[in-house]
């Protein structure tokens, strides 16, 4: 029997229609990805997994006892708790165990009754097997595995930034251990070293996964099977991410051949009809007016649609345009050795390496956001910055991206505004929605169509493949090759910096080495 069965699902908004009629199967072992274009609902269907949001139409069965785990974002987590008790409260239902085998204990030594003895043993049994008392290693496993050290144990969870607060709960969800994972863009906020664990864990887990995920790579590494979310369509492929894809191209092309042969028959029917319906072979006209009506018409293959973007540029003369010397960054403590590095006219530099918050850390003392423990950033003086921060945060998460942007920009018209969205693959529906009901895919796009109404010279971008499917990722890496001006592009995707870095800064190890363009 399947873990887990999708038999006729089909889910809609009032404006959208996600999928229709769409069914599968989760079997034991498998390690599913899910991958789509931003806002076809990969999102909402892990929702409807969980039940957290239920379906119009169709039947999810979850194996009778199948213990499923899902990294839920937005878990409530009570104010002043710190990060090390949030990942014992995985532990919850073991601990609770052994407060109940304390107590028996306690008991037996008043009264001596065996059958107390009995059940404290039965207990201890269960905690044994269940390693309890491997708790604290295991934890220090997993907080060395994702870089939570540099967080803090003692950080409190509700101070935490978006990011710090989805690495937490990606631990604690690791610690529990479930038979299923479910896990929705796990790699965001991650850094190699820390992707490459989490890799490895995943590997070894004996259990089944449902991973979304836009960071091919990481798919490649860690799924045997594949589920496409397109067209109001889920279809599912096996084997390895590649061979999932190249399934997914034939099965494309299959379709647009049968759509064209399809097309070429209704034309030539269509033609018939219209020369003879009047005519001495009207019946026959008829007979195939009636077939035509019958016909199980092919679907048209659709296309994607194709995020632009478009950074506009400001001259400028000088020739260092940021120089960065004995910089020390950090919040209680310096976080890294003193960095120093140039940036030249037009030269592209991607960060990589360190750990954590490091990066955004470094970023955000070199624009003065954070102050620096020492030394010095000095932009030059005709630079004009535009900055990408990754925190997906609004001051309102009920105005819509055009109230956000005409809030911000007031001397533009609303079509401008309706025009740049579209451009940016926002369609005018979501255009209107709320921010805070969009997927993380369409808030990144509206975050990058605000960075196109003002002109800069300087693109400072904190991951910003962070949720973009594999068509905007592209073309956001060809609007950045295409700027004159300079850039600093922090990516846990290595492969983005392929053709675009001229140069990578290892903040880590403190040295420069050159990317071959």
């Not at 069965?61 to 002043?80: E, F, H, N, R, S």
């Not at 659709?302 to 995020?307: C, D, E, G, H, K």
């Not at 997927?439 to 002109?455: C, D, I, R, Y």
Request: charged share 25%; aromatic share 8%; hydrophobic share 35%.
């Amino acid at each position: 029997m399947a873990l887990l069965e999708v038999e006729d699902l089909s889910m809609s908004f009032a404006d959208k229609n996600l999928y229709e009629d769409a069914s599968f199967q989760l079997n034991k072992g498998e390690h599913m990805g899910i991958v789509g274009q931003n806002g076809v609902g990969k999102s909402t269907l892990i929702k409807i997994m969980t039940g957290d949001e239920l379906p119009v139409t169709g039947k999810i069965t979850w194996q009778k006892g199948i213990d499923v785990g899902y990294l839920d974002q937005y878990a409530d987590i009570p104010d002043g708790m710190r990060l090390i008790e949030f990942l014992h409260t995985a532990y919850a239902n073991l601990y609770e165990r052994n407060d109940k085998m304390t107590a028996l204990y306690t008991e037996y030594a008043e009264t001596a009754d065996d059958k107390l003895l009995e059940r404290a043993g039965r207990i201890q049994e269960y905690l044994e097997a269940n390693n309890f008392y491997d708790i604290e290693t295991e934890i220090e496993r997993i907080i060395s595995g994702l870089g939570l050290d540099d967080i803090g144990r003692d950080h409190e969870v509700a101070k935490m930034s978006g990011g710090q607060r989805s690495k937490i709960i990606l631990a604690k969800l690791l610690l529990q251990q479930p038979d299923v994972i479910l896990l929705d863009e796990p790699t965001n906020y991650l850094d190699v070293a820390h992707i490459a664990w989490l890799v490895d864990y995943l590997n070894d887990f004996e259990g089944a996964a449902m991973i979304i995920s836009h960071d091919y790579d990481f798919l490649d590494q860690v799924t045997n099977c594949i589920i496409n979310v397109a067209f109001g369509k889920i279809n599912k492929y096996r084997g390895s991410f590649k061979a999932a894809m190249r399934q997914r191209a034939e099965r494309e092309e299959a379709q647009r051949r049968e759509y064209e042969k399809q097309q070429v028959q209704i034309e030539k029917t269509e033609k018939f009809i219209s020369k003879f319906k009047a005519g001495s072979r009207s019946k026959q006209a008829k007979s195939r007016e009636k077939q035509l009506a019958r016909m199980d018409r092919v679907d048209p293959p659709s296309s994607n649609i194709r995020a632009q973007f478009n950074f506009p540029y400001e001259d400028t003369g000088s020739q260092n345009a940021l120089v960065v010397d004995q910089l020390s960054v950090g919040y209680n403590r310096p976080l890294l050795k003193p960095v120093t590095f140039s940036v030249n006219t037009g030269e592209k530099v991607g960060f990589e390496g360190f750990n954590g918050v490091g990066k955004s850390t470094l970023i955000k003392t070199i624009l003065g956001i954070i102050d620096a423990k020492g030394g010095a950033a000095h932009f030059s003086p005709s630079a004009k910055v535009s900055y990408f921060s990754q925190d997906l945060e609004w001051d309102n998460n009920q105005q819509t991206p055009m109230q956000i942007i005409q809030e911000k920009y007031d001397q533009l018209q609303q079509r401008a505004i309706r025009t740049k969205l579209a451009k940016c693959g926002l369609d005018a529906a979501n255009a209107m929605k709320p921010i805070g009901q969009l997927s993380g895919g369409e808030q990144t796009k509206v975050k990058l169509a605000m960075m196109e109404f003002e002109p800069a010279n300087f693109l400072i971008l904190d991951e910003p493949t962070n949720h973009l499917d594999e068509e905007t990722k592209e073309a956001l890496k060809d609007a950045i090759n295409a700027f004159p001006g300079n850039a600093i592009v922090v990516s846990h995707e290595m492969s983005f910096y392929e053709g675009l870095a001229d140069k990578i800064l290892n903040v880590e190890k403190l040295s420069l080495k050159n990317q071959s363009v």
